[in-house]
């Protein structure tokens, strides 16, 4: 596994030595290492890392921009190794065994992956293992990565905390559990855990021995399930990426009919001259037909920029007319057994068509995460309550809405909750700051709020609600009080004060 870290920060084109944090949904998905000193942790709340970091610089979340990006890592790595099979923008898969043995060993083949992208200016580390999750977790625990011998996959997970299956509810309730390792999740009947955690602990105890997430099929299809489109005359890249979508749909179909579903596919691009360009896409899950157009269009883009290359080195660029593609083929390589989806009864978990095909022609277009739909999340303030979700994407989050999330706020909800927060100051009688003390004691009652330089003077308030997050993680603590006040205009307003800071949470119409 070729591991390029931080790559959202590294494709956002920011400073690696400042303090930088990529958000997405509201959540740090990527921060550079200053960042992590200061605190910074993946997956925490926008408002707890900027708690934490006052002067962290914030970057959106664009998947298609790193995927995009991130064909030149591919394009480096395709020069030494082949079938490289590119799981997400940031991390790549090579199989180990060709090309060990034409270097000379596996650690021979990291180093020269890892000198060829340190040549052209790429920081990663290769991670050699049984499986690519043990692989992973190599490349992470060193700098320059590891390599773990054959038949050692297990010994190097089993002490590793149940916290590296990314699966933060999962891992949360093991450890309550007193399962705080990978091996001891491993020595586990797997019977027992399928039962007690569903699919999601079937899962991670795979990966605790040392197995892939989802076991192939046992026999792979006779017959052909590949598609392809021919373009007379050769079209430039937009125009393929929109055909990707329907070839997309026709390949899930011939493949939902026979009850199976791919996780790695083939994608073969044939320009106007009769040149090839192959590579492996793999996802954790089911390859969706949105998620297949959007890597369709990551590995278009260098056409798009005039950097395409081909196996002969060349750019497609050089070559006038030639740049157009003529064929584009979508083969699987790796079939697994389609587990389906179960739809809401009467049809309620499903859209109608129109409606489907619009949002997926826009989000070929922008990215993935390019359109959204809100879902109901847990949590207690109402930010938290609901997330966006890529169209798509399943319905369900990690947090679950229908806990009992005691001090979550009342309805009715606010009709407006900003997604940054709205800094505000609120002052008493005297012009002096309003301040809550420890045993939850106003200073003085809230006069004023003064919000965006515009002074409103508060008709009534109410409060103060303390809340006390997570209060058994003294490293993600989180105390904060909420007013609801009404203003002289007419509105009424939800503050919060955290860490001493005044914000609007929500506004009421």
């Avoid at 920060?9 to 949904?25: E, Q």
């Avoid at 990966?207 to 099929?217: F, S």
């Avoid at 798009?304 to 593609?325: P, Q």
Wanted: glycine content about 10%.
């Amino acid at each position: 596994m070729v591991w390029c870290p931080d790559w959202p920060v590294v494709a956002a084109g920011a400073d690696p030595r400042a303090l930088v944090a990529v958000i997405a949904g509201g959540r740090v998905a990527a921060c550079t290492p200053v960042a992590r000193e200061a605190g910074v942790r993946r997956g925490m709340k926008l408002r707890d890392a900027q708690r934490r970091c006052a002067d962290l610089a914030i970057y959106p979340d664009d998947p298609d921009a790193q995927g995009r990006a991130f064909e030149r890592v591919i394009a480096v790595v395709e020069e030494l190794c082949p079938r490289v099979e590119v799981v997400r923008p940031g991390l790549i898969a090579v199989p180990a065994r060709g090309p060990s043995r034409y270097y000379g060993g596996e650690e021979q083949v990291a180093a020269a992956i890892r000198s060829a992208l340190a040549e052209a200016g790429f920081d990663a580390s290769v991670g050699v293992a049984d499986g690519t999750f043990a692989a992973t977790l190599a490349a992470r625990v060193h700098p320059s990565g590891a390599v773990i011998p054959t038949g050692e996959t297990t010994a190097f997970l089993a002490p590793q905390p149940v916290s590296v299956l990314d699966r933060p509810e999962l891992a949360g309730t093991l450890i309550r559990l007193g399962i705080r390792t990978l091996g001891e999740l491993a020595t586990m009947p797997a019977r027992d855990v399928a039962s007690r955690f569903g699919p999601d602990g079937a899962v991670a105890r795979r990966l605790a021995i040392g197995a892939d997430a989802r076991p192939p099929a046992t026999r792979r299809p006779v017959e052909d399930l590949s598609v392809s489109c021919e373009f007379d005359p050769p079209r430039d890249a937009e125009p393929v990426v929109f055909a990707a979508k329907t070839l997309a749909d026709e390949f899930h179909e011939g493949m939902r009919s026979r009850g199976l579903a791919c996780v790695r596919v083939e994608v073969e691009v044939t320009l106007s001259d009769g040149r090839t360009r192959n590579r492996l896409w793999r996802h954790d899950g089911a390859l969706s037909s949105l998620a297949l157009a959007e890597r369709v269009r990551w590995q278009l883009s260098p056409m798009i920029t005039g950097t395409f290359h081909t196996h002969d080195g060349k750019s497609a660029g050089d070559h006038g007319d030639e740049r157009g593609v003529a064929r584009l083929r979508l083969a699987p390589d790796q079939i697994v057994t389609d587990g389906g989806r179960q739809l809401e009864l009467w049809g309620a978990g499903d859209v109608s068509g129109v409606v489907d095909r619009a949002a997926s022609r826009i989000q070929v277009m922008l990215g993935h995460a390019g359109v959204t739909r809100p879902v109901r999340s847990g949590g207690r303030g109402p930010g938290e309550r609901i997330v966006r979700v890529p169209w798509g994407d399943r319905r369900t989050t990690d947090v679950p809405a229908d806990l009992p999330w005691p001090g979550r706020l009342p309805a009715p909800a606010p009709a407006v909750v900003p997604q940054q927060p709205r800094w505000a100051d609120v002052l008493d009688d005297a012009g002096r700051p309003v301040s809550v003390s420890g045993r939850c004691v106003v200073s003085a009652p809230p006069a004023t709020v003064v919000l965006d330089g515009e002074e409103l003077a508060v008709t009534g308030w109410a409060g103060p609600w303390p809340v006390r997050d997570r209060w058994w993680d003294p490293a993600q603590v989180q105390r904060v009080v909420r007013f609801q006040v009404a203003t002289g205009d007419g509105r009424a307003l939800l503050l919060v004060l955290d860490d001493g800071r005044w914000s609007v949470e929500g506004i009421y119409d």
